[in-house]
């Protein structure tokens, strides 16, 4: 028998084991996951017996929710990659405008007026990713011309054309549309109408709807939030591009050096958050029947603040859209259960803030444990 011992694996005292809190405390979804804990908490303490969270007021909050998701998807990839878009609230407008005008000034049908309405978006994301990458200049900097750019545009535009910065009649305008139910209709209409008939959901009483559940299905904007959130989840970390915006976030340089088209990815990230604000403008616009001028304001800033609760670092490199979609979870919970709760619904604002400065300080102090700075 061979007196050959073998040796017991050491460890390498230069490498310091992570202890199992730490790693779960740099998860970028932390942030969105204990706020949304904390907030829900809140409202069935307080908000329970206000209709918050029977079938109507789950469909309220929900749909608040979806928008904030759609657009925090895009922002969340974009900022991951390194960059930010502020032009995104004024796309909302402008894309909703352009469909209204299509279809209702000049009578395309409504088909062609998305699909074209959705070229141009992404032509618009594709310049602001080229001038970036050609000029070097902040992405801030050139999203905000964009922004100013736009919302001349959505306010000139209806005013020269109708005499108006509203223009309506887009609802009639889709009537037999194919492709207008994509994003303006419903789905499971006829479960729905099971569950009322068997009291699971409440109904209406009397009138001309007597009888109908008083929700008849879940919106599209609902289905294409959890669409999207799916395929950017997927997206970024099942994939080899995922790991590219990654790196083009992280450290473009080194990225570039190992072979990453940094400029290519940075260019998809900015024409995929103009996609995901032309999706959230066409709900909008198929949900309303008209398209308004001042649509989608302050929306660029909301999106970024989603993004930063659910853990995505401002300079870029870490993120998670799972995270995204609960800081817009928050948002949309916060927004409506402040009028449930009897609250004054202008501290809403307050709450952003607040909730914006708390997860800046948590992020920064994550990055310093990545990082390992002081």
Known sequence: MSETAQTPPTSDERIKEMSGFRKALIRPELGGICGTVLVFTFFLLFAFDSGMFNSQGVLNWSVVSAQFMIIAVGACLLMIAGEFDLSVGSMIGFAGMMIAIFSVTYGWPVWLAITVTFLMCLVVGAINGYIVI??????F???LASLFILRGFTIYLPQTLENKTIIGGVRDA???DWLAPIFGGKILTG?????GDNGLIGTFERGTRAGEPVV???PMLIVW????????HVLLTKTRFGNWIFA???DPQAARYVGVPVNRVKILMFMFTAFCACVFATCQVMEFGSAGADRGLLKEFEAIIAVVIGGALLTGGYGSVIGAALGALIFGVVQQGLFFAGVESSLFRVFLGVILLFAVILNTYIRRM????R
């Open 134 to 139: 050609r000029t070097g200049l902040p992405s």
């Open 141 to 143: 900097i050139v999203t």
């Open 174 to 176: 889709a009537e037999g």
């Open 191 to 195: 479960f729905f109408q099971w569950m």
């Open 216 to 218: 008849d299905g879940i």
């Open 225 to 232: 939030a959890i669409i999207l959130i799916i395929a950017g």
């Open 248 to 250: 083009a976030g992280g």
């Open 370 to 373: 990545i990082t390992g700075e």
